[in-house]
């Protein structure tokens, strides 16, 4: 049997890896003065990467275990298309709605932690549920949006209260539960126990395959009910919603500084993560009209969605592998 070994690092390199989503965080702030951005167009994606952050609290739990949720995305649009379907077809009351795509969003998180507590690794049981989600969720539709929400139900999605998106407000809130769950209860303990050492947890009578379920069964729930506060933001039920926000929801824990082996990290981790990455993908964005020419071409290269996507699979890449050497290697 192999000897697990595991090596302190250098404690400049710890510090580098807690330092590195402030210094990510400057450069995006650099950036968005270098455009001459005003606080009030900034704010205007804050909304957006709320709900993102929303979704990424749920996955910082399940990643503290070692585990991940590729399908939260997928189960998003599924809950929205739940909505849009039952109010245009069923005739439901549009809060019956809301409620039942909350449900579905937990049903479809439930089936995750079920095959999961089977024994099947969590990273192919989500990757197959998350195309599966997404595939259901454009069947049922056809492929084709539901608008014509009513108004009152989209205020929800547009209002703010004391002046703040209630979006973030959802951010806030899900922070708050999440820090008061994984740092302050015997859960949250359970939670590291599990992810620095299953079989140690196992033999100390963790509930291990019981917090599994509950694990992804709340990620369901969460992905539901940010999928109510999408639709009504954006005034429809689209099929796509939820395209690559596991991506992001994934990025931000990581960059926070969790471990994607999981017994390292924390809420406050992922809430830096979520400020560093919302405001570097925004800065992006009013970047977008920066052009390069490469040598041996004459048309210049532009930064685009697709380019900006790249470059967050690299820093997730890289920031990961960072974690990883900063916290010991084992072999």
């Given at each position: 049997?192999?000897?697990?070994?595991?090596?302190?690092?250098?404690?400049?390199?710890?510090?580098?890896?807690?330092?590195?989503?402030?210094?990510?965080?400057?450069?995006?702030?650099?950036?968005?003065?270098?455009?001459?951005?005003?606080?009030r167009a900034v704010m205007r994606f804050w909304p957006?990467?709320?709900?993102?952050?929303?979704?990424?609290?749920?996955?910082?739990?399940?990643?503290?275990?070692?585990?991940?949720?590729?399908?939260?995305?997928?189960?998003?649009?599924?809950?929205?298309?739940?909505?849009?379907?039952?109010?245009?077809?069923?005739?439901?009351?549009?809060?019956?709605?809301?409620?039942?795509?909350?449900?579905?969003?937990?049903?479809?998180?439930?089936?995750?932690?079920?095959?999961?507590?089977?024994?099947?690794?969590?990273?192919?049981?989500?990757?197959?549920?998350?195309?599966?989600?997404?595939?259901?969720?454009?069947?049922?539709?056809?492929?084709?949006?539901?608008?014509?929400?009513?108004?009152?139900?989209?205020?929800?999605?547009?209002?703010?209260?004391?002046?703040?998106?209630?979006?973030?407000?959802?951010?806030?809130?899900?922070?708050?539960?999440?820090?008061?769950v994984v740092h302050h209860t015997r859960f949250g303990?359970?939670?590291?126990?599990?992810?620095?050492?299953?079989?140690?947890?196992?033999?100390?009578?963790?509930?291990?395959?019981?917090?599994?379920?509950?694990?992804?069964?709340?990620?369901?729930?969460?992905?539901?009910?940010v999928a109510v506060f999408y639709t009504a933001r954006?005034?429809?039920?689209?099929?796509?919603?939820?395209?690559?926000?596991?991506?992001?929801?994934?990025?931000?824990?990581?960059?926070?500084?969790?471990?994607?082996?999981?017994?390292?990290?924390?809420?406050?981790?992922?809430?830096?993560?979520?400020?560093?990455?919302?405001?570097?993908?925004?800065?992006?964005?009013?970047?977008?009209?920066?052009?390069?020419?490469?040598?041996?071409?004459?048309?210049?290269?532009?930064?685009?969605?697709?380019?900006?996507?790249?470059?967050?699979?690299?820093?997730?890449?890289?920031?990961?592998?960072?974690?990883?050497?900063?916290?010991?290697?084992?072999?």
């Amino acid at each position: 049997m192999a000897q697990v070994r595991t090596i302190t690092p250098p404690r400049w390199r710890q510090w580098s890896a807690a330092l590195a989503p402030w210094l990510m965080l400057l450069l995006a702030l650099a950036l968005l003065n270098a455009e001459e951005v005003k606080p009030r167009a900034v704010m205007r994606f804050w909304p957006a990467w709320a709900e993102t952050g929303t979704l990424a609290v749920a996955l910082t739990a399940i990643m503290l275990t070692g585990g991940i949720d590729l399908s939260i995305g997928s189960i998003m649009a599924l809950a929205g298309m739940t909505l849009g379907l039952l109010w245009r077809d069923a005739h439901w009351p549009i809060a019956a709605a809301a409620v039942a795509a909350v449900l579905v969003g937990g049903l479809a998180g439930a089936i995750n932690g079920a095959l999961v507590v089977l024994g099947l690794p969590s990273l192919v049981v989500t990757l197959a549920t998350m195309a599966f989600y997404a595939g259901l969720a454009l069947a049922i539709s056809g492929g084709e949006r539901i608008s014509g929400l009513p108004a009152d139900f989209c205020e929800l999605g547009r209002e703010r209260i004391a002046g703040v998106p209630t979006q973030v407000c959802l951010l806030g809130a899900a922070l708050m539960a999440g820090w008061i769950v994984v740092h302050h209860t015997r859960f949250g303990r359970y939670l590291f126990a599990i992810g620095d050492n299953r079989t140690a947890a196992t033999f100390a009578a963790v509930p291990v395959r019981r917090l599994e379920l509950a694990l992804y069964l709340a990620s369901g729930l969460v992905a539901g009910l940010v999928a109510v506060f999408y639709t009504a933001r954006t005034g429809a039920a689209i099929p796509t919603a939820g395209q690559g926000r596991e991506l992001e929801a994934i990025t931000c824990v990581v960059l926070g500084g969790t471990l994607v082996t999981g017994g390292f990290g924390g809420i406050g981790r992922t809430a830096l993560g979520i400020v560093v990455l919302a405001h570097l993908e925004i800065a992006l964005q009013f970047a977008d009209q920066l052009k390069i020419t490469l040598p041996g071409s004459d048309s210049p290269w532009q930064l685009t969605g697709q380019t900006r996507l790249i470059i967050l699979g690299m820093l997730l890449i890289a920031v990961a592998i960072w974690n990883q050497r900063a916290r010991g290697t084992r072999a």
